[in-house]
């Protein structure tokens, strides 16, 4: 019986020849993710009373959180980190500036095909856009990992995605996984591993291979994974000196569930407050009146979002009722979109453009809701007080429809400005 | 800490709480003591949670507790305000790893179905049984592993031991 990806990776990466879904594995990851909460972690590895960490080569730290830091509280948090990173010789720490670790690690060349990653944030996923397998961890099993160098993790089931068909314009990769998430619900995948397949994957670019495997973690998933091919070669070339060895799925591997999505049809897609499986068509929520607009984050805040969001605002000016804040995923964005001019149309438009970052979307600073307040949104969460508010409300979009709805000042059908 | 039989007072909740309502991320930055933690728990979901929850408390809640980002706060805040063990239909992942790795016996069944907030359940773990007043409910034994890190009260004990650290 052949065997899915995740089956091979863990079973490569635990010295078995393979591994059943459900069995427990002890692992030793490629690469441990830690950021503004390493602070944290440190304090858990010293109470585990190792001097020591007993990899630092696989750690890579990223201060992304809560950059530049917001308060006295989050200066000294910072502090502890570059201070723990001096003392234990970690070589690969990114500091305020730099951008969002789930951006910072491929551009840095830590996410490579074949890696097992393993990272102290809900999102790591992402990193599957790479062929890797990337798993979000808690902050105690992070310290541990510092401690040991190895983690326990569970084989998971996995779900196979084909996703074919012709997107229309103005739908984007943003929209297949809301539409994917509003059918499987927010738990639709737990604790599965998602293999993303078939012709719109090969056609889409790995900026949009990333917003799928980013929010596989909005349907409960273990990891999201697209297969590497030439466009991964590519952009990963020059970035790192490290081999890699691709790994794949084998043809006749057991799937748990395989899914088949035609994606000819798609509109553009709404996740509505209060869950990111709240979804339905722009179409049903058309008029409803925005605060604030939002394009950023880990989800979409790379060059070809912010390249459709100057498509729609450039020589337009947002709506006289609604913000606009632009939040590049990492230094390197920002620097390709000032130097293609996009930067300076968003700012002639009228957005509000902050640091490299996590920023508005975890509701710590910068953009911080009222109460009463809508905000549309690129980010993959709207949780209650996410964005830190409870009174407030978040919707769920691509950056077309944030785009578009900042220069109406309500939401609107992305399509009827491109 | 472990006990195979554990009887408590029920919170009840539905499906899809999330770590936001359990432990907002405006917090998750700040160094908040065990006790400050504790007065937050829920905060956004149930404001009579904190200031009436006692030690041994149980939730009982739907499916995909605990979804949502991977704060560990979401789980210590609970232990904190003194919940004994956590029960839902289904759990999200990365919170039933982190409640495993803390210690917080954490169970998987349907006995959000049997019980109402502010009645009595009991938690046998050596037959795998949740006991309602509408009835029992039976729950799949956890694995080895996983027994093993509980019983030596989480994760850092548990790596201690394992790294010969007293």
């Known amino acids: ?418 | 800490m472990w006990k195979s039989v554990h009887t408590g007072r029920v919170w009840k909740y539905g499906n899809d709480v999330n770590t936001d309502v359990i432990y907002p991320g405006k917090y998750t930055y700040s160094d908040l003591s065990p006790e400050e933690m504790a007065e937050h728990a829920l905060e956004d979901l149930d404001p009579e949670f904190a200031s009436n929850v006692q030690p041994g408390d149980i939730i009982v809640a739907g499916t995909n507790f605990g979804c949502g980002s991977s704060r560990e706060q979401a789980v210590t805040c609970l232990k904190y305000a003194g919940v004994g063990v956590l029960i839902a239909k289904s759990f999200a992942r990365i919170y039933f790893r982190n409640a495993i790795n803390q210690g917080l016996p954490i169970v998987q069944c349907a006995a959000v179905e049997g019980v109402e907030s502010g009645e009595e359940v009991a938690v046998d773990f050596s037959t795998g049984k949740v006991m309602t007043p509408r009835g029992d409910y039976s729950f799949p034994p956890l694995s080895s592993f996983v027994t093993g890190i509980l019983e030596d009260g989480g994760l850092i004990p548990h790596v201690r031991r394992k790294l010969g650290i007293e």
């Open chain 1, 1 to 418: 019986m052949g065997q899915t990806f995740a089956q091979k990776m863990l079973a490569q990466k635990a010295g078995l020849r393979e591994v059943e879904p459900g069995q427990i594995v002890t692992v030793r990851p490629d690469k441990l993710l830690t950021h503004d909460n390493t602070a944290a972690i440190a304090k858990i590895f010293r109470e585990i009373g190792v001097e020591k960490v007993a990899r630092p080569e696989i750690s890579v730290i990223v201060l992304d959180h809560v950059v530049p830091a917001a308060t006295e509280g989050h200066a000294r948090n910072h502090q502890q980190i570059r201070e723990f990173v001096r003392e234990q010789g970690i070589a690969s720490f990114y500091d305020v500036g730099e951008g969002i670790c789930h951006q910072v690690l491929p551009e840095k060349g830590h996410a490579l095909p074949g890696y097992l990653i393993v990272g102290s944030d809900s999102h790591t996923p992402t990193h599957g856009a790479f062929g890797a397998f990337a798993a979000g961890i808690g902050r105690t099993e992070a310290a541990a990992v510092m401690a040991t160098g190895e983690i326990w993790l569970m084989v998971p089931h996995t779900f196979r995605m084909s996703v074919k068909g012709q997107l229309q314009k103005g739908v984007y990769a943003k929209d297949i996984i809301l539409y994917i998430i509003g059918e499987l619900g927010a738990d639709g995948a737990d604790y599965r591993a998602v293999e993303f397949t078939g012709p719109v994957l090969g056609e889409m670019t790995i900026a949009s291979r990333m917003v799928l495997c980013n929010m596989v973690a909005e349907m409960g998933a273990k990891i999201g994974v697209a297969e590497p091919d030439d466009k991964t070669r590519a952009w990963l070339n020059g970035r790192s000196d490290a081999g890699f060895q691709e790994v794949f799925a084998d043809p006749d591997a057991s799937y748990e569930r395989a899914i088949e999505y035609d994606v000819s049809g798609l509109v553009p897609q709404v996740a509505k407050p209060h869950t990111v499986d709240n979804v339905v068509p722009v179409t049903e929520v058309l008029g409803t009146r925005i605060d604030q607009a939002f394009i950023g984050t880990c989800t979409n805040g790379r060059l070809e979002d912010f390249r459709v969001a100057a498509q729609i605002l450039g020589g337009g000016k947002i709506a006289p009722t609604t913000r606009l804040l632009i939040l590049p995923a990492s230094r390197e964005v920002l620097l390709a979109a000032v130097v293609e001019g996009i930067i300076t149309e968003l700012i002639t438009a009228g957005a509000v453009v902050l640091n490299p970052g996590c920023g508005p979307c975890l509701g710590a600073h910068q953009g911080v809701m009222a109460p009463g307040e809508v905000t549309i949104s690129t980010a993959n969460r709207n949780f209650k007080g996410r964005m830190g508010c409870k009174e407030a409300q978040v919707y769920l979009a691509s950056p077309a429809t944030v785009a578009a709805s900042a220069l109406a000042g309500e939401i609107v059908d992305p399509r009827e400005f491109l």
